[in-house]
């Protein structure tokens, strides 16, 4: 089949007609890919002499991500394209990397996030199909299902289909391996499904195998798995399931956790904040050999009395505790409750006395002594209740009894103090908890808060946050996806585009779909915001193209949209060939594309931009133009100041089976308005109108007295106008006589049209000046402000 493309040059030649070329069709500036990712656009041309002064080039990290990670990625692109794929034995050895990776707790976290999965299942798909596990030992597969072991991955459906395909290809495994009994591999699987929301079918999974097999599993391992399945119903939210599984339990005789089952039953109630339930399944507990646990329990049954304010069940833990001898854990307890329900620090000050002079009539290795995780308990209670003043009071106390604070005490300073928007304070604090032990990373989470709280705050310099967002990264910390944000904002402030790649590479391949979305929801808005130059939005928009392959058309549109508002056609089609040259579908532009593009180009009259869109709309053989992307079309025309071309899409809109809408018409009418003979083409289109017998309402009549008198017949657009008005009831409006006079070219044909409606219609014309005048972009002349704009 011959090309659109050449069918239009040979009519073009056949009607004598020019084709408008400007040099090559695609200039320099419009190469949608040849661009490096972080240069704007074409600059001039700088030399140094002999390049003696000539600073290196700087260049970007690459994208940290999982080992074996990045082949995963181009299978699954291959897979989406349909192109060749990888040999299973490349994606099998990436596979095996990123497992050692994440099973490594040295270099990683176990975690594997939504995005990492969902590349990872394509994976096992394909080496399943392909057959690669054959030659696989189970141990390998027990290894990877260890993996998933813990509640990172909780209720997620992708992690399940790769624990169901790893369990599958280890059941039918044929290589021999004596190491690892058969129930060891079962647990493993167990353990995994209840960590990955799948705590039903390993229920039904367990009470089969222990019928089943013929290797019964161990009393401690029986014991170990209903445990998790407890765990597992009450992570997921599953209070039916929660409490069935415990009456299976008890019918069958099985061997389970029955003490550990009653803790996390009255857990689950209290997370869902059921007093109610959470001191029955409490009493139940108190009945049973609950040995230190039991103080645990209580520790969360005060915490929700005060979250709940319900002072009754703080006061019955209290009584519990207080029948016996308290413990210096109970004793702190105790002193939190007291300090949740309103106590000042001095009340507490002469309860600790009142715990030291009890000490008498015990040995003294039984001393209860207030310590720093006494204090900590009490500064957790004002930083809960929002009261810094409170918080430091208890630390006051402290100090005063010779308490020395710990790094958690410091983390709770800043973080009361970070409430109060005491940046300075928070960061005076963070520099005492340098000198503290850090080890375990306690204090990762109010870093992040003081690195944002420091970004939004204006008062800090550049320095002092790089310093603090510094010590995080060299201890290769968690970054959170609000803190990327933020410093990625920073960075582009400063226009320093390399250091926000760099900071991107780093983190956000490391981030769920969701932790991304919101970096990237983040970029997007700075894009669009009206303060950011246009230098700075469109480093933003390469940063999201290089890093975010994702962004959707949507997304991607808005941006195009912005470049369009701020006057740079060139950007903006820069970001429509972007989307023309992705490789997913969901992202090429669609018609809807197509029109937004026409549109902006139309608004600022870029006749380059018109030329260059419009050729490669006739080679996307995805695209099969309607009505509406040829009213764009026609009204791009119109406005670069083409209206014979504009009204060759009238005449393929009107011989189609769609056919013309009412903006068809209006737009046609607006081309017959500036193209030259364009009365007689109005004539004939309101002919074919009549026939019809279409509605002809008043913004059509003012549409078609305007295409009249736009080619200078005043007094033909004034008699059809009175002709009407006296036959067919038509009446006069601002609109009518508005568009009458807008279009009306030069003063002399302008004061007809102001001399008639003067005569004709005085109180019209009167709403008129009252509307006020503006100058025509075109001619200079003056228009009155009324709004004659049409959409496509």
Not at 126 to 155: I, K, M, N, R, T
Not at 320 to 329: L, N, Q, R, S
Not at 577 to 606: E, F, W
Not at 708 to 735: C, F, P, R, S, Y
């Amino acid at each position: 089949m011959r090309s659109h493309l050449n069918r239009v040059v040979f009519r073009k030649l056949l009607a004598s007609e020019p084709i408008a070329h400007r040099g090559c069709l695609r200039p320099r500036q419009y190469l949608p890919s040849c661009l490096p990712d972080i240069q704007a656009l074409p600059r001039a041309q700088r030399r140094s002499f002999f390049n003696i002064f000539k600073k290196p080039q700087r260049v970007t990290s690459e994208p940290r991500m999982a080992p074996g990670l990045e082949k995963m990625m181009e299978y699954s692109k291959m897979e989406r394209l349909s192109a060749r794929l990888p040999p299973p034995d490349d994606v099998l050895k990436a596979v095996t990397v990123f497992f050692s990776h994440k099973r490594d707790r040295k270099t990683s976290t176990r975690y594997i996030p939504d995005i990492q999965a969902r590349h990872l299942l394509r994976s096992l798909n394909y080496l399943a199909e392909a057959e690669s596990f054959s030659h696989l030992g189970p141990s390998v597969f027990y290894e990877w299902l260890q993996v998933f072991d813990h509640d990172a991955h909780a209720d997620s459906s992708l992690h399940r289909e790769i624990i169901d395909i790893l369990y599958r290809a280890l059941c039918q495994s044929k290589v021999l391996d004596g190491r690892l009994p058969k129930t060891k591999f079962f647990v493993a699987y167990v353990n995994a499904l209840c960590a990955t929301g799948g705590t039903l079918t390993a229920r039904d999974e367990l009470i089969q195998f222990t019928k089943q097999t013929h290797s019964p599993l161990q009393s401690t391992e029986i014991k170990s798995l209903w445990g998790s399945i407890f765990k597992g119903f009450s992570a997921e939210k599953n209070e039916v399931e929660l409490l069935r599984t415990l009456a299976i339990m008890n019918e069958t005789s099985a061997e389970g956790p029955q003490v550990f089952a009653h803790e996390v039953i009255t857990r689950f109630y209290i997370s869902q904040q059921n007093v109610d339930k959470a001191s029955e399944w409490y009493n139940k507990c108190k009945e049973q050999d609950f040995d230190s646990r039991l103080e645990l329990l209580q520790r969360a049954l005060i915490d929700l009395g005060m979250r709940t304010s319900n002072t009754n069940l703080g006061k019955l833990i209290v009584k519990d505790i207080t029948a016996g001898t308290p413990t210096k854990y109970q004793w702190d307890l105790i002193f939190q409750w007291a300090a949740g329900t309103g106590k000042g620090a001095d009340e507490i000050d002469r309860m600790i006395s009142v715990m030291e002079r009890a000490n008498q009539s015990l040995p003294e290795a039984e001393w209860r002594v207030p310590d720093t995780s006494t204090l900590n308990k009490l500064v957790k209670v004002a930083v809960d209740r929002k009261d810094p003043y409170l918080a430091e009071r208890f630390i006051a106390l402290g100090k005063s009894r010779n308490i020395q604070p710990n790094a958690l005490t410091l983390i709770y300073q800043m973080r009361y103090r970070l409430v109060v928007k005491d940046v300075d304070g928070a960061l005076t604090v963070y520099k005492h908890l340098q000198a503290q032990d850090l080890s375990k990373n306690q204090d990762v989470i109010v870093v992040n808060e003081l690195i944002r709280a420091m970004c939004t705050s204006g008062r800090q310099d550049f320095e002092s946050i790089m310093n603090v967002a510094a010590d995080l990264s060299d201890r290769q910390a968690y970054f959170e996806p609000e803190t990327v944000s933020a410093l990625s904002v920073l960075h582009l402030s400063r226009d320093e585009v390399h250091d926000v790649i760099d900071l991107l590479n780093t983190h956000v391949y490391g981030f769920d779909m969701a932790g991304r979305a919101s970096v990237q929801s983040t970029l997007i808005d700075y894009c669009l915001k009206p303060s950011t130059t246009t230098a700075q939005a469109w480093d933003t928009y390469i940063i999201l193209k290089q890093v975010f392959d994702d962004t959707t058309r949507e997304q991607r549109e808005s941006i195009m949209n912005e470049f369009f508002r701020r006057q740079r056609p060139d950007m903006a089609v820069h970001v429509f060939n972007h989307m023309r040259s992705h490789t997913r579908q969901d992202i090429i532009p669609t018609i809807d594309t197509y029109v937004a593009c026409l549109s902006g180009i139309g608004k600022l009259k870029d006749e380059e931009s018109l030329e260059v869109v419009h050729n490669q709309l006739k080679l996307d053989f995805n695209i099969e133009p309607n009505t509406n992307l040829h009213n764009a079309l026609m009204q791009a025309y119109t406005l670069c100041e083409s209206p014979r071309t504009a009204l060759g899409f009238w005449d393929e809109i009107a011989s189609s089976r769609e056919g013309p809408n009412i903006n068809s018409i209006h737009l046609a009418m607006r081309a017959c308005e500036d193209a030259p003979w364009g009365d007689e083409k109005a004539r004939l289109i309101w002919t074919k109108l009549s026939r019809t017998g279409i509605e002809l309402d008043q913004p059509l009549w003012a549409s078609y007295a305007g295409a009249l008198v736009g080619n200078g017949d005043v007094k033909g657009a004034i008699d059809l106008l009175e002709e009407a008005h006296a036959q067919q009831g038509l009446d006069m409006d601002t609109l009518i006589i508005g568009s009458l006079y807008n279009a009306a070219p030069g003063h002399i044909k302008k004061g007809i049209v102001e001399a008639w409606a003067k005569e004709r219609y005085p109180e019209i014309w009167a709403a008129l000046e009252e509307i006020g005048t503006r100058s025509s972009e075109q001619s200079g002349l003056p228009e009155f402000k009324i709004d004659r704009e049409t959409g496509p």
